[in-house]
């Protein structure tokens, strides 16, 4: 069993439909988690970064992390074409380290 | 801000050849990361430097990868002799307050590697 498990998809959406992007995990140490958005032939860019449970947003984006289920989702409001890309989860078990886990990433397409 | 540099973008070797990549991250950042990325799986950290120090290579599969950071700046990642399933994408990435709680990891684009 993989720590972190995505769903790959592809997942197609309308433009400005609503998308729901998820993470489950095994290890109950993770404590901080992040959204990379990757672009085709290009290195992750990071989107979001939160720390144990709760819900943060910025902009169009929205995550949320639930701790007692292992689970993890970012939300993206008024889906734009721009945002078609990999999303990938990733998460680390302490501050002190620098070893993120990823996701194995989620292909997502907006079309117009 | 000039973002993290790597070259070659891609490379085609045979097995059993050796292959060398080269990063240079974001001007002063202390920490610097290689990462492997094969198609369809999320990064995998392969060894972490901490200026030329190295503090996380546990999973760097030593018999045939090494990585170097002198000064402190740049590093190159080396493969001798490369297999098949060292095709994949190899990420540099940097960041600049080591391993703090809010610390950002900035990627460069990457090295495609393909190895027949």
């Known amino acids: 069993q993989k720590e972190v498990e995505q769903d790959p998809g592809p997942l197609s959406v309308p433009e400005g439909a609503i998308v729901s992007l998820n993470c489950t995990y095994s290890?109950?140490?993770?404590?901080?988690f992040m959204w990379y958005r990757q672009y085709s032939r290009k290195g992750p860019e990071l989107l979001m970064y939160?720390?144990?449970?709760g819900n943060k947003e910025d902009g169009r984006f929205t995550a949320q992390v639930d701790k007692s289920s292992k689970y993890i989702s970012l939300f993206i409001r008024d889906s734009q074409p721009s945002d078609s890309a990999t999303y990938l989860c990733a998460m680390k078990i302490s501050s002190n380290t620098g070893k993120l886990i990823f996701g194995q990433g989620t292909t997502l397409q907006v079309k117009p | 801000e000039a973002g993290v540099a790597q070259s070659p973008r891609y490379k085609i070797i045979e097995k059993r050849q050796s292959v060398a990549f080269w990063c240079n991250p974001i001007?002063?950042?202390?920490?610097l990361y290689w990462y492997q990325q094969i198609l369809g799986q999320g990064p995998k950290l392969l060894i972490q430097?901490?200026?030329?120090?190295?503090?996380?290579d546990s999973q760097l599969p030593k018999d045939r990868f090494s990585a170097e950071r002198l000064k402190g700046v740049d590093s190159t990642l080396k493969i001798q002799p490369a297999k098949l399933e060292d095709s994949a994408v190899y990420l540099c990435?940097?960041?600049?307050?080591?391993?703090?709680?809010?610390?950002?990891?900035?990627f460069g684009s990457g090295t495609q590697l393909s190895v027949l």
């Open positions: 990435a940097s960041s600049s307050r080591g391993t703090a709680t809010n610390e950002k990891l900035f």
């Open positions: 939160t720390y144990s449970s």
């Open positions: 430097f901490q200026n030329n120090g190295v503090v996380d």
């Open positions: 001007s002063g950042h202390a920490t």
């Open positions: 290890n109950s140490a993770f404590q901080y």
